[in-house]
């Protein structure tokens, strides 16, 4: 159902020449915002931004923050 929703409002956007995209991150289930240049086709910004992605997916899957580069000390 919320893939249904996305892709609606994708097909709406592009119907009136927006320059955003909604997706699904497969890692983390969040919904994702990209902002593009509409002339250029470039990526202006990207919501929530792809390192924090990262960390979403890795605290879902049960890796923690091990992946990313920090340690656990007490």
């Given at each position: 159902?919320?893939?249904?929703?996305?892709?609606?409002?994708?097909?709406?956007l592009q119907?009136?020449?927006?320059a955003l995209?909604?997706?699904?991150?497969?890692?983390?289930?969040?919904?994702?915002?990209?902002?593009?240049?509409?002339?250029?086709?470039?990526?202006?910004r990207q919501?929530?931004?792809?390192?924090?992605?990262?960390?979403?997916?890795?605290?879902?899957?049960?890796?923690?923050?091990?992946?990313?580069?920090?340690?656990?000390?007490?």
């Amino acid at each position: 159902m919320l893939e249904q929703v996305v892709e609606s409002i994708n097909d709406y956007l592009q119907a009136n020449q927006r320059a955003l995209e909604f997706s699904l991150d497969d890692g983390s289930g969040q919904v994702v915002v990209t902002v593009r240049d509409a002339e250029r086709d470039e990526v202006i910004r990207q919501i929530p931004p792809e390192h924090a992605l990262k960390l979403m997916a890795q605290m879902r899957d049960g890796t923690g923050i091990s992946g990313i580069g920090l340690t656990e000390e007490a």
